[in-house]
């Protein structure tokens, strides 16, 4: 149990109970909320996917160690305006200074970020992505327990974190929602028999 979710049982004592007749369950999951999308345990994703062979790369050395640390890939193609150009597609970071990669920048025809993985532990596997657009972060996938499943989700309106939801049983379901307002929980709801639905809201008494 992490240690958020512990903090949350010990401290908050109001449990918001939704509507219903006696016996019926807390409440179901929210309709605007997806259910994750190609969630079935899959090989893990590598850092460095292979190189395409229509793909230049060009090695950059930022620390000034005489090992480059990052790799810029582009592709030949024609530009908005119908001219010739070499357009960023991806970017490999060496975050450590290891010689590995560590983070790899995904970029659309508008040489707009569209995604990024990292490798946390160093293993050269994928285990955070995080989904942009227009250049703002949206959505994180974590793979906590490295079996190449998301088993944490994190999504962000303005900026800010807005919904935080775990998979906790392992089961390739979402079993816990937390609500973030104003920088904090305000709510947190659990699916205790892996049915899909909330069974126990928990309320911050604390959250304005």
Do not use: H
């Not at 309709?31 to 790369?57: C, L, M």
């Not at 930022?62 to 810029?72: E, G, Q, T």
């Not at 379901?173 to 028999?193: F, H, M, P, S």
Request: charge should be negative; charged fraction near 40%.
């Amino acid at each position: 149990m992490s240690s958020m979710k512990s903090w949350a049982y010990a401290s908050l004592w109001a449990l918001a109970v939704l509507a219903g007749c006696s016996g019926d369950k807390a409440g179901k999951r929210p309709a605007t909320e997806a259910e994750p999308i190609g969630n079935q345990p899959t090989a893990r994703e590598s850092i460095r996917p292979p190189r395409d062979k229509n793909e230049k790369v060009k090695e950059l050395d930022l620390n000034r160690d005489y090992k480059p640390d990052v790799w810029l890939y582009t592709v030949e193609d024609k530009g908005p305006d119908g001219q010739p150009r070499e357009r960023k597609v991806r970017k490999e970071i060496d975050f450590n200074g290891d010689g590995r990669v560590d983070i790899t920048q995904y970029f659309n025809e508008r040489e707009e970020k569209v995604r990024e993985t990292m490798d946390q532990d160093f293993d050269g596997k994928v285990d955070s992505t995080l989904l942009y657009e227009k250049g703002v972060n949206v959505r994180t996938e974590r793979d906590v327990d490295g079996n190449g499943r998301t088993d944490v989700w994190l999504y962000y309106e303005k900026g800010k974190l807005a919904r935080k939801e775990r998979d906790t049983n392992g089961d390739g379901k979402v079993d816990n929602w937390e609500y973030w307002e104003n920088g904090q929980v305000d709510r947190i709801g659990d699916d205790l028999d892996s049915d899909g639905n909330v069974d126990r809201w928990t309320k911050n008494p604390n959250a304005q």
